[in-house]
């Protein structure tokens, strides 16, 4: 019987000629990884065993998790990650100024390769995968015995094959598709099992996308997740592996599998996962009625270059508006603003450079609204109120002029835009909409 990926990782570091799903073994490791929470309680039980680290070269803290520190507690947990790595002359020991998220660090910095074991004690480890690498998480006790030994054990997980075909649509990207296998399977779906990836499909996917769905394997319970060595996989290899050789592992065509899932990425969507389980996947487009407070770009998951410039793609040539507001109006080409723009009660920000000295900010209500407005600069008509001043005005329609001082005309950028930086409005107006000067019409909210 052939082998899987994993097998056969684990097979060549336990100097086994095959193994198979089940069997017990001790591996040698080619990296232990720790962080900031999981570090200190690793090195109380490693120095628990009374000897020095098996390999300084082989051994990465990264503190990650509180740095920079809260509080004493914190800092704490810190020093004595630090104290640890300067005693054993860690070479891979991250300090602030040096570090990033881990799971992103560890590969940038070419210590992870294919065919290698990585442990660490955070359940994210996996992410190596992308690089087919054998990567998991484990707990404190046998990261700490492994700095000492060099070792661990392992049971050999059953595997599941994922094909991947077709093409990806825009804007569907590794979380898309690691979301969408967790809704098929569920989060126990893959329990102690690797998901190991192939298929034509993978040409399409890139480093950061493969980084992604290896990061999230252990959200369907899986031991692992690993691809196969492609052209990405070598470009992104070269300039960051540079000090050891690597040999990549394929699958036998009769390996042995749990179970086989196609999935043809031409039909995917983007998708969100809904509290409070990551199999809870709704197409994205299904919630387009459900008011959001916050949104955060990064995370150990998908917080890459190529995540950041996807979410500005998206929102290049608009504006982020909190909750509650609504901004309904036509934008002509020179930026200026024509007729009324209203919104509802709420808070909002206007962008810098966004209204020209051509254009007029009106907020209409038919009953008294209390306008709290920050930073407007003289030419932008604010429900009567004009001017270039920070000001808290009760106003209805009659007109209230206001003199700005020199400090409140000198905290923007003498460039001759008009800025409105912020607007509360405690009334919810009739909304008006003026399209004679042309241009797109703006709706946000």
């Known amino acids: 019987m052939g082998m899987t990926m994993t097998e056969k990782i684990l097979a060549k570091h336990a100097g086994r000629d095959s193994v198979s799903a089940g069997d017990l073994l001790v591996s040698q490791v080619d990296m232990v990884l720790a962080n ?144 969408t296998l967790i809704g098929m399977i569920g989060v126990d779906g893959a329990r102690y099992q690797s998901l190991e990836f192939c298929g034509e499909g993978v040409a399409e996917l890139t480093m950061a996308d493969r980084f992604t769905i290896c990061n999230m394997a252990i959200e369907a319970g899986a031991k692992n997740g690993i691809f196969p060595v492609d052209e990405k996989t070598i470009a992104y290899l070269e300039g960051r592996v540079t000090d050891r050789t690597w040999e990549a592992v394929t699958a036998d065509e009769d390996a042995e599998y749990t179970q086989e899932i196609t999935m043809e990425l031409d039909k995917l969507v983007p998708v969100v996962a809904y509290p409070h389980l990551p199999e809870n996947t709704h197409p994205a487009s299904e919630g387009k009625e459900i008011k959001i407070d916050q949104v955060v770009v990064g995370s150990c998951t998908n917080g890459r270059l190529e995540d950041l410039a996807q979410a500005a793609e998206i929102l290049k040539g608009k504006t982020a508006y909190a909750r509650g507001s609504k901004l309904t109006g036509t934008m002509p080409n020179n930026g200026a603003v024509a007729g009324k723009i209203t919104t509802k009660a709420g808070k909002y920000t206007v962008p810098q450079g966004y209204h020209d000295g051509s254009g007029t900010v009106q907020i209409d209500s038919t009953e008294q609204a209390k306008i709290i407005a920050n930073n407007i600069r003289s030419g932008v008509t604010i429900l009567g109120v004009t001017g270039a001043m920070s000001t808290t005005e009760g106003v209805n329609a009659q007109s209230k002029s206001v003199t700005p001082t020199m400090e409140q005309q000198t905290v923007l950028p003498d460039d001759g835009y008009n800025y409105l930086t912020e607007v509360t409005v405690e009334a919810i107006p009739v909304v008006e909409t003026d399209n004679s000067a042309g241009g797109k019409t703006v709706t946000i909210g």
């Open 36 to 179: 900031d929470i999981t570090g200190p309680p690793a090195i109380t039980e490693f120095e628990k065993i009374g000897r020095p680290v098996f390999d300084k070269n082989k051994i990465c803290l990264v503190p990650d998790h509180f740095s920079p520190c809260k509080d004493i507690k914190s800092a704490t947990m810190c020093k004595r990650m630090r104290d640890f790595a300067h005693k054993h002359e860690i070479k891979n020991y991250f300090e602030v100024g040096r570090m990033g998220i881990e799971h992103a660090l560890l590969p940038d910095q070419g210590l992870a390769a294919p065919g290698e074991i990585i442990i660490g004690a955070d359940s994210h480890t996996c992410t190596y995968g992308a690089l087919n690498a054998l990567s998991t998480g484990m707990g404190q006790t046998d990261i700490g015995a492994a700095m000492a030994s060099g070792t661990t054990w392992f049971k050999v997980p059953q595997a599941i094959k994922v094909n991947l075909t077709g093409k990806l649509p825009r804007f569907v990207r590794g979380k898309d598709i690691i979301l």
